[in-house]
């Protein structure tokens, strides 16, 4: 199809536009391809001549195409991010988006471009790295979401795309990973409910394969143990809201019930929240009881934080991480393992924060 | 720095993996030169040689490095999205997240990529595209957000960079734009309203510098005026939630206050049902009035959905969009675009749902 005649809108005749080496050889009135050998510092053309060349694109504002810069160069100067999202849909908005565009504020320094591409498997995502590193598309990727017997991490190596890990530890003599050290956290938050006189607490946790989920649950049961706390249990939900809440319900209306609720991430705790806030409400109803909610509420704390925390009634109580500077870190140390930089991963990083509201403070009232 | 002899890691003896031209001239038998005219079609090698070289880059299983063959189709095979993230930053996450996955899926079968560079400003904004345009970075861009006097069409048709809109209806000759058909939407909520008996109505917007909040806005004036509301007011928030909580609050305690809300934004209609939640729940309590909550809660509409509006409590009316679908399909017209194709922008696509919940329901009971 003809595009300069049929195309209804006059995109076609802009393209001229970009200043081409054409456009320096005319300013100059000699040839294109010394314009060309000047520019790529080939032998051919005099010290003079490559100096005008340099002079005369800096004047008209000529840059490389990226496409011969990133064939000359063997560098991409592209960074590719090709997360599986299957049942953490929901919890990993808000985060993904900020740790993205942290990620972005690393990158642009460098003038590198970030390549977003959501896969909805692991053999879709897995598919994606053989397609980016048989056609050279990327120079490295950024990975999340560490599982047990990750096929990443080897397949990667065997690619020859370089890689680091937004998580871990890993056991891998090859990946680098930054984490972010919630090894405090848990701790902070059982302090923090025991003072308030919590001693049966539960742990509603999301998927028992992820390898993150799994730190915090033993870590967990190893806080619990150390405080002789009266009965804990803990919880799988595959990180469905819906599950969260029927199994909430479920502990709540057994006898000796939890008087203090963790969810791992804000989306379990606000579905498990509407289901109590409904039922209890109710029973006060019922049972013609004028109590000013939410009285009798247990103690809410959430592993991830959002705006759903603040705006719900109470607000929740929950962890708080800069996804931003994370991303921004994660991609940094990337750019230095592409430029074959003597670098350590398995590093721990960035300290989150315990932000107490009202689903855990108005047991102290 | 030697890359091989420093890294720590095992990144660098990784690179030879890739297929290259070599590889096949070792298979054949034949020279690198003789390899790259036969894959690239040129005179100077026979057929018979064509055809055996691409037999053998089938079997061994190479693929043209990206960045040579973007430099000889003339093609990026790269779609950018530098869209400004500024006050709206809350309200876009969960919808923008959406978009792009579904933009992804359409660039994926036609073998794009989609580069993501979120902006902190309208400036840094353009100044991206002067970038991608003078290096020839990406094909064309998907524009979101228009604004009153944007600047953004104007600059990209000077720089030549193909683009789309989603959004508009745009006023310019130039660039194309998809937008979700919100036309029948405001009547849809208002006709609901007043078969549930409300006659006092607000509308909280926004910002009155973006397109479709003015076109929202007019839509809710014109149709209120048809149907002889006794009161209505406009309220703009800036997208702020502590806004629109304070606005409400104020319209609320007001003499004839409005019954029902109509709210731009989720994250605007969860600040404001939480300060309303508190007040109303404390009032019964001191007035010693014993009534089972959420009665005296006036209406709430959401222009916007997401999982907030379910998990709520009262969960909440809103307006459901296939943020994907119509990612999907903006990338889709933008990859005709650039294919040159006569095609039509200035299109309404995709019809939204209002998904009715218990906060406008519970007036029925």
């Given at each position: 199809?003809?595009?300069d005649?049929?195309?209804?809108c006059e995109h076609?005749?802009?393209?001229?536009?970009?200043?081409?080496?054409?456009?320096?050889?005319?300013?100059?009135?000699?040839?294109?391809?010394?314009?060309?050998?000047?520019?790529n510092?080939?032998?051919?053309?005099?010290a003079?001549?490559?100096?005008?060349?340099?002079?005369?694109?800096?004047?008209?504002?000529?840059?490389p195409?990226?496409?011969?810069?990133?064939?000359?160069s063997?560098?991409?100067?592209?960074?590719?991010?090709?997360?599986t999202?299957?049942?953490?849909?929901?919890?990993?908005?808000?985060?993904?988006?900020?740790?993205?565009?942290?990620?972005?504020?690393?990158?642009?320094?460098?003038r590198?471009?970030?390549?977003?591409q959501p896969?909805?498997s692991?053999?879709?995502?897995?598919a994606?790295?053989?397609?980016?590193?048989?056609?050279?598309?990327?120079?490295?990727?950024?990975?999340?979401n560490?599982q047990d017997?990750?096929?990443?991490?080897?397949?990667?190596?065997?690619?020859?795309?370089?890689?680091?890990?937004?998580g871990?530890?890993?056991?891998?003599?090859w990946?680098?990973?930054?984490?972010?050290?919630?090894?405090?956290?848990?701790?902070?938050?059982?302090?923090?409910?025991?003072?308030s006189?919590?001693?049966?607490?539960?742990?509603?946790s999301?998927?028992?394969?992820?390898m993150?989920?799994?730190y915090?649950q033993?870590s967990f049961?190893?806080?619990?143990?150390?405080?002789?706390?009266?009965?804990i249990?803990?919880e799988?939900?595959g990180?469905?809201?819906e599950?969260?809440?029927?199994?909430?319900m479920?502990?709540?209306?057994q006898?000796?019930?939890?008087t203090?609720?963790?969810?791992e991430?804000?989306?379990?705790?606000?579905?498990?929240?509407k289901?109590?806030t409904?039922?209890?409400?109710?029973?006060?109803?019922?049972?013609?009881?004028?109590?000013?909610y939410?009285?009798?509420l247990?103690?809410?704390?959430?592993?991830?934080?959002?705006?759903?925390?603040?705006?719900?009634?109470p607000?929740?109580t929950?962890?708080?991480?800069d996804?931003?500077?994370?991303?921004?870190?994660?991609?940094?140390?990337?750019?230095?393992?592409?430029?074959?930089?003597?670098?350590?991963?398995d590093?721990?990083?960035?300290?989150?924060?315990?932000?107490?509201?009202?689903?855990?403070?108005?047991?102290?009232?």
């Amino acid at each position: 199809m003809d595009s300069d005649s049929n195309c209804c809108c006059e995109h076609s005749k802009q393209k001229q536009l970009r200043i081409s080496l054409k456009d320096i050889a005319s300013e100059l009135g000699i040839s294109q391809t010394a314009v060309s050998f000047a520019i790529n510092d080939k032998p051919g053309v005099s010290a003079e001549t490559k100096k005008k060349v340099n002079e005369a694109a800096m004047k008209l504002g000529w840059r490389p195409v990226y496409a011969a810069q990133a064939l000359g160069s063997s560098r991409t100067m592209t960074i590719g991010f090709a997360p599986t999202r299957s049942y953490d849909e929901l919890k990993d908005e808000s985060f993904m988006l900020h740790f993205m565009a942290g990620a972005q504020a690393s990158l642009s320094k460098r003038r590198y471009g970030l390549l977003y591409q959501p896969c909805s498997s692991m053999k879709e995502e897995l598919a994606t790295y053989e397609d980016w590193a048989s056609r050279k598309r990327v120079d490295g990727v950024i990975l999340v979401n560490l599982q047990d017997n990750d096929p990443r991490p080897a397949r990667l190596k065997e690619l020859g795309l370089f890689a680091v890990l937004a998580g871990g530890p890993v056991d891998s003599d090859w990946l680098l990973s930054l984490s972010i050290d919630d090894s405090q956290v848990m701790g902070c938050i059982l302090d923090n409910l025991l003072e308030s006189g919590h001693k049966r607490i539960a742990y509603i946790s999301g998927d028992s394969s992820l390898m993150y989920s799994k730190y915090r649950q033993k870590s967990f049961q190893m806080f619990a143990a150390e405080k002789n706390l009266d009965k804990i249990c803990v919880e799988y939900t595959g990180f469905k809201p819906e599950n969260a809440a029927r199994i909430t319900m479920d502990l709540l209306t057994q006898e000796d019930p939890p008087t203090a609720f963790i969810y791992e991430t804000e989306i379990l705790a606000i579905a498990s929240l509407k289901a109590m806030t409904e039922y209890l409400i109710k029973r006060d109803y019922e049972e013609n009881t004028h109590r000013y909610y939410p009285y009798k509420l247990p103690a809410i704390v959430s592993f991830e934080d959002s705006f759903i925390c603040e705006s719900s009634y109470p607000s929740i109580t929950s962890v708080q991480r800069d996804a931003s500077e994370y991303g921004s870190k994660v991609a940094n140390l990337l750019l230095k393992v592409i430029d074959g930089e003597n670098v350590k991963g398995d590093r721990k990083i960035l300290t989150p924060r315990l932000v107490l509201r009202d689903s855990t403070l108005l047991y102290k009232r």
